[in-house]
């Protein structure tokens, strides 16, 4: 078996590692397929190599079917952190500002945590960063005004019920692997910055810098937890967290696009 010998940031490597296991206890309820962990130490991860290979249309809709019970293995509230870690997240864009796994929620609706915990704190990173102005900021600031104040509020899909759904939290394209198993070619998550949350923002951050046949993944998770109606007008709105940690993290022209995104919601 081969291995891949990841070295990082030790508390980083730590909150990856409680992630990939919690997402892994969904396998049992027939969740996406996560890489396994072979042996972890201070500021290192060994993992299983996944070989490359092509996605297929029957590959990506198993993974999207697989992420939907994912998904409805549920969290225990909106921001918890994985089990066994405690404090907040260390994050190239910040701390990401999660609680204990069993503590008492900070937050009981989605669109609270959203607006408080994932898009306000780094507004004023990005500012302070220069890659907001004041106007851009103020625009942040309506949309989480009106998260606040309920104007989108929306069910989760329908397996995940009225809780809060188990995220991997970070996943854009690349943090799906495209293996092969005994059964085909499928997709493999990797890299989780996993909490409690909505299930449209996974979704949505697959959409956002792309991953290969969306469609089928989507196709596939519609197939057994369809999502909740006007599903597609709420993309960018779920999409506005990443955007923002991008412009704190890297400037450039992700200010202006979180910014004409957020536009669409203020």
């Known amino acids: 078996m081969r291995i891949f010998h990841k070295t990082d940031d030790p508390e980083t490597l730590r909150f990856e590692a409680a992630g990939l296991r919690w997402l892994a206890d969904a396998t049992d309820q027939g969740g996406a397929p996560v890489v396994e962990i072979l042996g972890e130490g201070e500021g290192w991860l060994d993992l299983v190599h996944l070989p490359a290979a092509a996605a297929t249309a029957e590959g990506a809709a198993s993974f999207g079917r697989g992420l939907a019970r994912t998904h409805a293995a549920g969290a225990p509230s909106f921001g918890c952190a994985p089990p066994g870690w405690r404090g907040p997240v260390p994050r190239s864009s910040g701390p990401m500002p999660l609680h204990d796994h069993d503590a008492a929620p900070v937050h009981t609706r989605w669109a609270d945590f959203y607006a408080e915990e994932q898009i306000r704190p780094y507004v004023r990173r990005a500012v302070a960063r220069g890659a907001l102005d004041e106007d851009g900021a103020r625009v942040l600031d309506r949309v989480a005004d009106r998260l ?69 993944i989507l196709a596939g998770y519609q197939e057994v937890s369809p999502l909740a109606q006007g599903w597609r007008e709420r993309v960018g709105l779920h999409q506005l967290t990443m955007l923002i940690m991008h412009a704190v993290i890297f400037g450039g022209s992700y200010g202006p696009q979180t910014v004409r995104v957020a536009r669409r919601y203020a």
């Open 148 to 216: 606040a104040a309920g104007d989108f509020d929306h069910d989760q899909p329908a397996l995940v019920g009225p809780r809060a759904a188990r995220l991997h939290g970070d996943l854009w394209g690349g943090n799906v692997v495209w293996t092969r198993d005994a059964d085909g070619p499928c997709g493999v998550l990797i890299d989780p910055a996993a909490h409690g949350g909505h299930a449209e923002t996974d979704l949505a951050a697959l959409d956002l810098f792309g991953v290969d046949r969306l469609p089928d």
